[in-house]
């Protein structure tokens, strides 16, 4: 499994043409970004990252991190993994800590949890993805950010049925598209919100892609995260649009706490900026 390749797989989806043939009246047309999370900090509502861990103590997350896990893989362990608890989570090559402080710029009252999978070169095992997965249904998480992703078919039926269990057990996964051209699992799954890059700068700045299966387009091309050591680099990549909306997700879940995930994606529908733009 691997993850963050060169460039986004966004297309130029949101042409009028295409957003004209979407419409909406009745209820829907009364959703605004101010009634889906005006006011909101992300208070309450528990996010998990399933990355290459969390630096905990970087100055970009004010203390939001509440510890988390390792799954290492084990090749003598009974299901070729083990779990480690990580109070104080390490980040092993930065990019866990990139999606972290773009969930915590949004929302920062939200509380973070580290789920590391990923090694310092970026590449972890299936198995570890899925205990990873299995851990934040098992642990009361709300919201999970997965800027990651495999295209090996053998796992295609696993993360599938995680992914159906999560969304029936009402948490929300929110997944990065792949870099490059072809299937990336669990992003083309109905049940989670899959997300590519668009080159605008303000974390509110989404659209809705009228061709999925890659549902909305968000901030990802040349953004400043923060890194490992302490440090900021600027960054390019479907890995950081993601963030951008589960911290979205993360304000509307803190506003309106029973909503299911069918509602939540409704609700980004209805207030992604070009849905806004026709007035729907």
């Not at 959703?31 to 992300?42: F, H, K, N, Y």
């Amino acid at each position: 499994m691997s993850v963050e390749p060169l460039r986004p797989a966004w297309s130029q989806a949101f042409t009028d043409e295409a957003i004209r043939s979407l419409t909406a009246t009745g209820p829907l047309s009364s959703i605004t970004p101010e009634w889906a999370w005006g006011g909101s900090t992300g208070q309450g509502v528990r996010v998990a990252v399933i990355d290459s861990g969390i630096e905990y103590d970087h100055p970009a997350l004010d203390g939001c991190v509440r510890g988390g896990i390792a799954v290492e893989y084990d090749p003598d362990a009974e299901l070729g993994y083990c779990i480690d608890d990580e109070p104080l989570p390490q980040d092993l090559s930065g990019h866990g800590t990139a999606c972290a402080g773009i969930i915590h710029l949004i929302a920062p009252e939200a509380e973070l949890y580290s789920v590391r999978v990923l090694g310092r070169d970026m590449a972890g095992r299936g198995m570890q993805f899925a205990a990873g997965l299995d851990w934040t249904l098992d642990n009361q998480i709300h919201i999970v950010n997965m800027s990651l992703g495999s295209s090996r078919q053998e796992y295609y039926a696993l993360f599938h049925e995680i992914a159906d269990d999560a969304y029936y057990k009402n948490m929300q996964l929110v997944v990065a598209a792949n870099n490059y051209p072809g299937p990336s699992f669990p992003s083309l799954y109905a049940s989670v919100i899959s997300v590519a890059a668009h080159a605008g700068k303000d974390p509110f700045t989404y659209y809705y892609n009228p061709a999925p299966p890659v549902e909305f387009g968000a901030p990802g091309i040349d953004v400043r995260v923060a890194w490992n050591n302490k440090s900021y680099i600027t960054s390019t990549g479907n890995s950081f649009a993601a963030p951008h909306i589960a911290g979205i997700v993360t304000l509307i879940r803190a506003k309106h706490p029973d909503l299911t995930p069918f509602q939540v994606k409704t609700i980004l529908w209805a207030c992604a900026s070009n849905m806004q733009r026709l007035g729907v």
